[in-house]
């Protein structure tokens, strides 16, 4: 994708799963990225994993989202590193999520998390971001746009971050930087995995009714998505969200079902 090489990005939440799949994409692609978790072994080797791979870097610093210290640690290692700071992709979160049991200590704590964040990262990054023109890419979820049974923060968070995402849109297009939402679908990751036994196929056919696609996605297929609003392409992009669901928020109640099939049965 165009624009992407010799750039320099901070994506959060990127030692493991879909985070990790978001930096290994960018560093393909020639881009510099700032691995910020809190995850110091997994996110050590993942940057030494993808150390001058594809033309990219890669560079562990570890982050607590909730800490703006270590936000100001990341964007500080990136300029000192590369001298430049391009996009920031906001993976970073928690699943902590009791339902209607959930504690006021849990509620925050899954604000704070999910949406502050990321809100704070994108602040101190906001200087070096103008000086680029450059992109933000915020984490939503199917989740954040439907009812979901046993589960209240996580979609409320990310329905947050939709939201913050149009308002960071708006206030930021003086300085030329775009921001916009991924929501993926059922992917293929961590929590399907250890949910599912390790059962890819089983995950598939549970996900089936309700993916257009028919399977859940793949790591790479979000992270293709991220590069995408990242990239020159989407230059006239900003304040929206890209669905990277397989079809699953365009299907109503009725899913795949002939409802009126069975009704004249």
């Known amino acids: 994708m165009k624009g992407l090489r010799d750039k320099v990005a901070i994506v959060t ?16 692609a020639g881009t510099h990225v700032i691995i910020a978790d809190i995850a110091e072994e997994a996110g050590g080797a993942l940057a ?5 791979d594809g033309g990219g ?16 640690a990341a964007v500080d290692a990136a300029i000192s590193t590369w001298g430049q700071l391009d996009f920031v992709v906001n993976t970073a979160c928690t699943y902590v ?9 849990q509620f925050l704590e899954a604000l704070n998390v999910n949406a502050a964040g990321g809100f704070m990262l994108v602040q101190y990054a906001r ?37 913050l995402t149009r308002n960071e849109a708006l206030l930021l297009a003086e ?43 793949d790591q790479r297929e979000i992270a293709d998505a991220v590069l995408f609003l990242c990239s020159d392409h989407a230059s006239f992009i900003t304040g929206t969200d890209l669905p990277v669901d397989g079809g699953y928020s365009a299907l109503g109640p009725e899913q795949k079902t002939d409802a009126l099939g069975q009704l004249a049965d």
């Open 175 to 217: 300085d030329g930087i775009r921001v916009n939402t991924v929501s993926p679908g059922w992917t293929w990751c961590t929590i399907m995995d250890e949910v599912s036994g390790g059962d890819r196929p089983k995950t598939d056919r549970v996900a089936e009714p309700f993916h257009m696609t028919g399977r859940v996605g």
């Open 97 to 105: 999520d009791n339902g209607m049991d959930s504690t006021r200590e």
């Open 127 to 163: 200087p070096h971001l103008k000086a680029a023109k450059g992109a933000v890419v915020n984490f939503g979820s199917i989740s954040a746009k439907i009812a979901q049974p046993g589960r209240c923060l996580y979609p409320m968070t990310k329905g947050a971050i939709h939201q």
């Open 48 to 52: 030494e994993e993808l150390a001058g």
């Open 13 to 28: 939440g990127s030692a493991t799963s879909i985070g990790a799949s978001v930096a290994r994409a960018f560093v393909e």
């Open 57 to 72: 870097n890669a560079k562990f610093v570890r982050t607590d989202v909730t800490c703006d210290a270590d936000l100001k």
